[in-house]
């Protein structure tokens, strides 16, 4: 130890001649980082209540609740996230997780309330001094928890389908299911959107788990159609699927598929369905469609007796005769028919309503009636030349390539629609060997036909003519016809919501082709109407009581034939919900 | 071997020639809630106990009941100066059950994190050694100087205190536009405010009379008291996880680490001293060689549902008090089976401690407790 040991501490002097790196008034606000995680802020608007936040935070800090600006809706639980910061730990994978990306931190971390209630509170709906701060802790692309990219199912070239009618997509590989299963957030906005209400998270989890028989068990407590919906289901639940907020959704649909792919086989063994108690009630089912054969298979299951009245010679309704078999496999369709028949449900084929039986020997033989004929008869456009020979309806068209006939479409085909089955014939008739043009009155953007659909027409080959209206069909002495179109511009917004197209004054112009397909929608057959009697709306669809589906005390109707031309999982979810209406109407 | 533990010894408390005091849980001169049960005679401490289980906050067994994901913002708060290593530790451990392997990119940054982490703890720690004899000038720079790391860990992570930003798969994102220039800054600051420290702490008549020949660790000890970090080193045992078991790129780096020789309080100052100084040519040589661009995570699939395959491991990592460890054992399922977390500050914190302050009297006891990096939120998972 030496003097300078002794006077070398006084070094620290100098310091105080130093300009303090300090704030000279401690109480004034010192700003966070920009990305400093400070008290949440949420966009109320981009919020979709899906609770993600909820399920990853480990101190259960958040909570959904219901709020007074926010209303329920499909792809919407109406529910925001409410925090209590008591439980907060700051760490922000809340909005890491976040799948619309609303959820965010402000960098405000000064707050002072002398009211611990005010720690707990929605970010967004209650009024804070951080509101729409623009600094904060934000989800950055990279740091999203959720992979956005889905898995793609391997299917044929464009050029290897448009031949023939054998599927084209192949379904997914165990991997490939594991890993789009693993996407899944489990966050059940789907659910609500599913118009049956299946249990989309609790089937994709048991992926994950490899249960595919449970799996499979609990697809059919809302749906016994699902290998049929696995293939052509529009899929409503994808469009609200949280993850494709930020990415794209899950591939549910086709998640459905795979779990019936991977058990078809042993569906017997897994659903291992008990005897039920018999109730001794009978029900008459018309049409054995999605919804008859859907009522009929809970129906039976509660214990009722049920006999499907079917015109034709074999069951599946639209399922069979308005869907190719590209996109459906009859052989699919009808093992999972079959399955439903093993439950003991008396099918009588070829029957037709008011000419094979009556319906008033119907409504006294059964306790209950179900109709479920769907919407079978294209409509007509009010134009010159409807009836000239070449014009079909789509249908009709469908329904000759259901069975296996092979219409001819000649070289050049017209398809006047923009729905699913405009699409169905735009691509049969590709695969007929036809060269085919879509005319539609809207833009693509309006076209009430699924999106990969359109896509994969657009990759066969088809040409779209959006804004186009066709106006007068007549044959041309070769044979061909002669359509004369309109050019359309869009309009106000209709009673749909859609942009009303309005023809643009001196646009004709001619096309010329072999056929021309009408695909502009679908009616439920007039006499058949007329024969049973029931009251009918304007459309000519059936009125029922919304909720119950009942028409008088014993009639029951449901799937197009009461909505109007729609897709199967409505008509499966009315055949569930016409079979619990008509249990519960049996037990008082 | 020399048996370390002598005869326990009978004190006649009824004799009046001894008094019986505590120290803590809460005590300014305690680092964080332990307690010291002493006896003295005059001012000399001729037996100490210590209590710890104050700050017990059961991680091990919370992260048991939790997935992966949720465990990752809980691992930060075991240890509060630098949290760090335990947010590497835990995601090292379930990247290497998973077989998940991490960008090249995120390594560096990892590194980086890791080493900004030890600075701010051994410069707190040389003003929590200097505080603890009544020096509290240099205490006071030295957590102000903190505070400026902090503001890059800010900056870069989102927190001040707990990071969460070493997350299973990599870092949760990259480093912001500017960052390495605002360091560079810090660094500066730092680098004075040491040869500050040097004139106004090691050449310091009160320091040296008071911390020479204090607490002296012979070399034989270190083994069988499992003492790592700058604590051995102190003695002249030259083990560092960086260097002995690189993990991350410190192979990559060059480096060698320090070693004193004496053994005593002063040796073990000076060697975190040097450790500061290291730190900081560290994180110059990481963000010189580390790569500039490129991913710095891995996507975790289906991360709120993550199963890591059943297995065990341990991975350990050099941290500002020695070697930090974590065993996980995974059993397939969506949490782990166990967790447990060797805390670097565990072998010195205690038993050692009541070997030394044998014959050290009361006034410097929390100068010895602080040269042993004394941590009871680490001793205490």
């Known amino acids: ?20 790196d300090t704030i000279v008034k401690p109480m004034s606000d010192r700003e966070g980082a920009p990305n400093y995680r400070g008290f949440h802020i949420n966009d109320i608007e981009k919020c979709i209540g899906c ?25 919407d639980s109406g529910l925001r996230p409410l925090i209590d910061y008591g439980r907060c730990c700051w760490c922000a994978l809340c909005v890491d997780i976040c799948p619309t990306g609303s959820l965010g931190m402000s960098n405000d971390y000064t707050w002072i309330s002398e009211d611990p209630e005010d720690y707990r509170f929605v970010p967004g709906v209650d009024d804070k001094k951080w509101n729409g701060a623009d600094k904060g802790y934000r989800r950055q692309e990279e740091a999203w928890l959720v992979e956005p990219e889905r898995e793609h199912m391997p ?53 994950k788990n490899k249960d595919l028989d449970e799996g499979l068990r609990i697809m059919f407590e809302t749906n016994p159609m699902l290998e049929a919906c696995g293939r052509i289901c529009t899929a409503k639940c994808e469009d609200v699927c949280a993850v494709g907020h930020s990415g794209k959704p899950i591939a549910i649909r086709s998640l459905k598929r795979y779990i019936g792919d991977k058990t078809y086989r042993k569906k017997d063994e897994i659903m291992d369905l008990e005897p039920v108690e018999q109730t001794g009630k009978k029900v008459g089912i018309i049409g054995g469609g999605p919804a ?3 009522a009929a298979f809970y129906l039976r299951r509660l214990g009722h007796s049920v006999t499907i009245y079917e015109q034709h010679d074999k069951l599946g309704g639209m399922l069979k005769w308005g869907i190719p078999d590209y996109r459906l496999p009859a052989d699919v369709l009808q093992r999972e028919i079959d399955f439903i028949l093993r439950q003991n449900v008396e099918v009588k084929y070829n029957t037709k309503i008011g000419k094979d039986i009556s319906f008033e020997q119907l409504h006294k033989d059964n306790d209950a009636v179900f109709i479920g004929v769907g919407a079978q008869i294209g409509s007509d456009m009010p134009i010159t030349g409807m009836d000239t020979e070449g014009v079909y309806s789509g249908v009709e068209f469908l329904e000759k390539v ?76 070769s044979g061909r016809l002669k359509i004369e179109c309109l050019k359309m511009e869009l309009g106000e917004p209709d009673s749909s ?39 009918v709306t304007k459309w000519g669809t059936f009125e029922v009581h919304s909720d119950t589906l009942k028409s008088d005390e014993k009639v029951y109707a449901g799937g197009d034939c009461q909505t109007g031309p729609d897709d199967a999982i409505r008509a499966v979810a009315a055949g569930k919900k016409a079979a619990y209406f008509i249990d519960k109407q049996f037990k008082g | 071997m020399k048996a370390i533990w002598n005869e326990t010894k009978e004190y006649d408390l009824t004799s009046g020639k001894y008094v019986k005091i505590w120290q803590g849980p809460q005590h300014p001169g305690v680092t964080g809630n332990m307690s010291l049960e002493l006896l003295l005679e005059g001012d000399e401490i001729k037996w100490l106990k210590t209590h710890v289980g104050y700050l017990h906050r059961g991680f091990e067994k919370l992260m048991e009941r939790r997935k992966f994901i949720n465990c990752f913002p809980i691992v930060c708060r075991i240890c509060v100066p630098e949290p760090d290593t335990n947010e590497y530790l835990f995601a090292a451990a379930t990247e290497e059950l998973a077989g998940i392997e991490i960008p090249e990119r995120a390594k560096w940054i990892r590194a980086l994190n890791l080493e900004m982490a030890r600075l701010g703890a051994t410069i707190m720690g040389l003003g929590g050694q200097s505080g603890s004899f009544g020096l509290g000038t240099i205490g006071q720079w030295a957590v102000a100087h903190r505070d400026f790391l902090l503001d890059s860990f800010e900056e870069l992570t989102g927190g001040r205190i707990y990071h969460m930003y070493i997350i299973p798969g990599g870092v949760r994102y990259d480093l912001p536009e500017g960052f390495e220039g605002r360091l560079e800054k810090t660094l500066v600051k730092i680098e004075k405010l040491i040869s500050d420290i040097d004139k106004v702490l090691f050449n310091n008549a009160v320091f040296k009379s008071r911390a020479k020949g204090l607490g002296i660790i012979p070399k034989d000890w270190i083994e069988p008291f499992g003492i790592t970090g700058s604590t051995a080193r102190g003695s002249g045992v030259n083990y560092d996880v960086r260097k002995d078991h690189p993990y ?33 040519r560290l994180i110059r040589q990481i963000l010189a060689r580390m790569p500039k661009v490129g991913p710095v995570r891995t996507r975790i699939p289906d991360i709120m549902h993550w199963k890591i395959p059943a297995g065990e491991t341990y991975v350990k990592a050099e941290s500002g008090r020695g070697e930090y460890g974590y065993y996980m054992v995974t059993d397939g399922t969506e949490y782990p089976r166990r967790v447990h977390v060797k805390g670097a500050s565990y072998t010195h914190a205690m038993a050692l401690l009541e070997k030394l302050a044998e014959g050290v009297t009361n006034a410097d006891i929390f100068g010895l407790m602080v040269s042993l990096q004394t941590c009871p939120p680490e001793i205490e998972r």
């Open chain 1, 497 to 535: 919501g859609r942009r009303r197209p309005v023809p643009k004054e001196g646009s004709e112009f001619y096309i010329e082709a072999d056929v021309c397909i009408m695909a502009v929608g679908q009616k439920v057959e007039p006499e058949f109407s007329e024969t049973i009697g029931l009251k």
């Open chain 1, 155 to 207: 299917e044929k070239t464009p050029e290897d389908r448009k031949n023939d009618f054998d599927e084209y997509a192949m379904g997914f590989s165990d991997e490939q299911a594991e890993a789009e299963a693993g996407r899944c957030l489990e966050c059940g906005i789907c659910i609500q959107a599913c118009p049956t209400h299946m249990d989309v998270p609790k089937y994709i989890s048991e992926i």
């Open chain 1, 402 to 477: 259901a069975k296996g006939e092979r219409p001819y479409v000649g070289k050049e085909a017209v398809i006047v629609g923009g729905g699913n089955t405009a699409m169905d014939a735009t691509r049969s008739s590709i695969r007929l060997g036809a060269e085919v043009k879509v005319v539609y009155r809207r833009s693509e953007k309006e076209m009430p036909a699924n999106r990969e659909e359109i896509r994969e027409a657009k990759e066969e080959g088809a040409e779209l003519m959006i804004l186009t209206t066709p106006s007068k069909i007549e044959k041309l002495p």
């Open chain 1, 51 to 75: 609770g993600s936040c909820e399920e990853i935070c480990q101190n259960a800090a958040i909570d959904l609740v219901e709020v007074a600006s926010c209303q329920a809706k499909p792809g």
């Open chain 2, 248 to 280: 991350l790129i410190y192979d990559q780096l060059d480096f060698e680490p320090n070693v004193g020789t004496d053994g005593d309080v002063y040796a073990r100052t000076e060697v975190r001293r040097e450790e500061a100084l290291l730190s900081i």
């Open chain 1, 292 to 294: 008859g054969l859907t």
């Open chain 1, 1 to 20: 130890m030496s003097l300078k040991d002794v006077i070398s501490p006084f070094n620290a002097w100098k310091r105080a001649f130093e300009k303090p």
